[in-house]
């Protein structure tokens, strides 16, 4: 049984920083990408960013040159650290396999989610 588990959410003011952890099991760790998404309130799901197996990563536009995504293939785990944390990235962050078919960038090309970890930025 696949399971991904995200943590590290949490409440912070703008301009600091947060490290979101996705725990997996089930799965061959070190041969899956994984991604991660966000989804504000009252809005779509919004691509973060994704790393593949050899730790490249890309990443959306709205987090580009804030947000970095990591992987540690001992602890089957991936990261995000958010730095310059803004009101606006206020959102559920998830954690997903990428079924390596079509665009990381669409929710839909991925097939295993965690349950998401509350972030939540004032001003």
């Known amino acids: 049984q696949v399971r991904l588990v995200e943590s590290g959410g949490g409440a912070v003011q703008a301009g600091g920083s947060l490290k979101l952890s996705c725990v997996t099991s089930?799965?061959?760790?070190?041969?899956?990408?994984l991604g991660w998404f966000r989804r504000a309130p009252g809005k779509e799901r919004e691509e973060v960013g994704k790393?593949?197996?050899?730790?490249?990563?890309v990443y959306g536009d709205s987090v580009k040159g804030r947000f970095t995504i990591s992987r540690d293939n001992e602890k089957d785990t991936m990261y995000l650290q958010m730095n310059r944390l803004k009101p606006e990235d206020t959102a559920f962050y998830y954690c997903?396999?990428?079924?390596?078919?079509?665009?990381?960038?669409?929710?839909?090309?991925?097939?295993?989610w965690g349950q998401g970890t509350e972030v939540t930025v004032s001003s």
């Open positions: 997903a396999r990428w079924t390596r078919a079509g665009s990381w960038a669409l929710p839909e090309n991925y097939d295993y």
């Open positions: 089930g799965l061959t760790f070190q041969l899956n990408q």
């Open positions: 790393i593949d197996t050899q730790g490249f990563t």
